[in-house]
């Protein structure tokens, strides 16, 4: 602790960019290895407890900024009114397999970590991309690997056009480079987390909880994140 607290004083100050940045690696160091709790079994960090905490109080501060009349201090977000605050995005690479394995047989192993490499290169760039023009930070990103990303974002129609001309932007990019080789989907979906709604069943099983856009029910975390990717793949035909 005494260490965090040393270094957390030296960070810098002058830019809230490198501020948030330095904070999200300095978590990371100290609060990687931590469970997010020492009451219930956590399956997750404390780092990562944090940083999605931070992702969604800044979300929610920009969807709130954008639509005012969405929040009062007697009630939470109203979503009987059909607001859903959040956006979880889906970036996909596709085309990876066919791009990383159709190399020479004199130099596989080089060639193979090489393309590899440069496939997370470009996933990272574009997750800059989308960070730094919507005014997000590192910590948004909720899992990175094997050629995917998720993001969870504000719900705002500043941040939804940028992810438009972003992917224009990106795909144009891509197929100068690669001529169709190699592909991005990019998809999302709008939702909310309905705090009243988390009770148990007769057999002590939790019910559903999540509002999704186009849905007149609520439905579990696992079918947000199963419709985000869904979505994204239709993107592929």
Request: aromatic share 12%; net charge positive; with cysteine.
């Amino acid at each position: 602790w005494s260490l965090f607290v040393s270094e957390f004083k030296r960070l810098p100050t002058d830019s809230l960019t490198a501020f948030n940045t330095s904070l999200h690696y300095l978590l990371k160091k100290y609060c990687g290895c931590i469970p997010a709790s020492t009451v219930d079994f956590a399956d997750n960090s404390l780092f990562d407890h944090l940083k999605i905490t931070g992702a969604i109080a800044q979300s929610l501060y920009d969807y709130q900024a954008e639509n005012p009349e969405s929040f009062n201090y007697n009630k939470r977000v109203s979503l009987q009114s059909g607001h859903l605050p959040l956006l979880l995005l889906c970036v996909d690479t596709s085309g990876i397999q066919k791009f990383i394995y159709d190399i020479s047989s004199k130099y596989a192993a080089k060639s193979l970590k090489g393309r590899s490499f440069s496939l997370q290169l470009m996933l990272d760039e574009i997750a800059h991309t989308i960070i730094n023009q919507t005014k997000t930070s590192q910590s948004h990103i909720i899992y990175s690997s094997g050629g995917k990303f998720f993001m969870l974002l504000p719900n705002t129609s500043k941040v939804k056009n940028k992810l438009a001309d972003i992917e224009t932007e990106i795909k144009k990019a891509i197929w100068e480079k690669y001529k169709g080789r190699v592909y991005i989907c990019m998809g999302y979906i709008a939702f909310a987390y309905d705090k009243d709604l988390k009770k148990l069943n007769s057999l002590g099983e939790p019910l559903p909880n999540m509002w999704l856009e186009g849905l007149d029910k609520p439905v579990y975390l696992g079918d947000l994140w199963r419709a985000v990717s869904e979505k994204t793949a239709e993107k592929k035909y």
